[in-house]
């Protein structure tokens, strides 16, 4: 079998797209010359530039869509882009209604369009579900199921050490990110533990009260705490943790490039977060990571590899992979600050 163009859908969101990358170190080693174009949505765009296993990117603006009237005007443009290569293999690694639909555009003479063993919402109409040794296991491994499909020999190794994230920061991120630490007060040269402390769901953001007084116990310990994050949510969050400590930390939140937030991670002791899609990027990034997780599946969509430690909320309602608790109970609330310092303690470095 000889690939020559490659087409990966996977649109949204940020962890989602950090979980395909490694599709596509297995596809660039398996095929040397393949040339492979990635559709993504502009909110995980600069993710996926920089993988460098990728020679294209297809923006899809999804809000472009939502109307009979935007998708008259926009369906030929995005046409028009998909098309400008025939493709030998197109992979719908998203595996909804909207992926479909841009799967379907593509033109792959041979048939061969597939995707992971759990598409949904009529996707598997346009694409073949790819049903592998590896169905219930992490959503990495299904993802790289479907190139095993191919004929690829993919390692596996159940702790995810045998996963490569291929992700080339860029050189300038660095000087950026310690612009933005000057700006703030700080000095990136002395050890700081990156802080995310957002999340869509409101079950998967730990504490307010929780985070400052983690802070101040990083502080004990002469770490400075780094709080990241981004939008509206997350400021107010920011500035709430600020507000309940002596000392302040640093605050970053939107202040960061997806580069520049990279290079945060790299050079950080370590990051403590929730389950967002930024705490899965600092793991690929092979930073030191203890995630909080409560109503979402560990075994699924958890910290995967040497570098991602859990901390599971102690409740027995938990992987309820609900967004809002119908107990009204604040899931992450129950683990502590001094819990959550003693998990980091054992990674720091």
């Known amino acids: 079998m000889n690939l020559k163009n490659i087409l990966i859908i996977k649109l949204s969101s940020i962890g989602d797209v950090v979980h395909a990358l490694p599709v596509s170190y297995e596809l660039k080693k398996a095929w040397p010359d393949s040339h492979i174009t990635w559709v993504v949505e502009p909110v995980s765009r600069d993710i996926v530039a920089m993988d460098p296993c990728v020679d294209d990117i297809v923006v899809f603006e999804k809000q472009k869509f939502r109307s009979l009237g935007g998708i008259l005007s926009h369906v ?30 593509a033109e792959a003479p041979n048939g ?21 040794p590896h169905a219930h296991d992490h959503v990495i491994e299904r993802y ?43 000095d990136m040269k002395n050890p700081y533990v990156a802080l995310p402390i957002g999340a869509n769901w409101p079950t998967k953001r730990w504490p307010e009260e929780n985070l400052a007084a983690f802070a101040n116990i990083l502080y004990d310990h002469e770490l400075i705490p780094v709080l990241v994050g981004g939008g509206a949510v997350d400021e107010g969050r920011a500035a709430k943790i600020a507000s309940l400590m002596e000392i302040p930390p640093v605050d970053l939140v939107g202040k960061l490039s997806f580069p520049e937030l990279a ?18 990027l600092a793991i690929a990034l092979q930073a030191p990571t203890v995630m909080l997780m409560g109503p979402t599946i560990p ?19 938990v992987r309820c992979f609900s967004r809002a608790c119908p107990k009204g109970l604040d899931c992450l609330g129950v683990i502590s600050a001094e819990s959550a310092w003693q998990e980091l303690e054992k990674i720091l470095c």
């Open 76 to 105: 030929g443009p995005l046409k028009r882009e998909i098309r400008r290569r025939t493709y030998d293999l197109v992979l719908d690694l998203q595996g909804l209604f909207k992926s479909a639909a841009i799967a379907w555009l």
């Open 112 to 132: 061969r369009k597939l995707g992971p063993v759990d598409m949904r919402e009529g996707s598997a109409h346009v694409s073949r579900p790819v049903v592998g």
């Open 144 to 186: 790289l199921d479907v190139v095993r499909s191919l004929g690829v020999s993919v390692p596996y190794a159940p702790d995810g050490s045998a996963v490569h994230f291929p992700i080339d920061v860029p050189a300038t991120a660095l000087a950026g990110a310690a612009a933005r630490f000057r700006q703030a007060g700080a």
């Open 263 to 280: 290079a945060t991670f790299q050079h950080a002791a370590a990051v403590l977060g929730p389950d967002t899609g930024i705490c899965h």
């Open 299 to 317: 075994e699924r969509t958890g910290p995967y590899g040497p570098y991602g430690h859990l901390l599971l909320a102690d409740r027995p309602c």
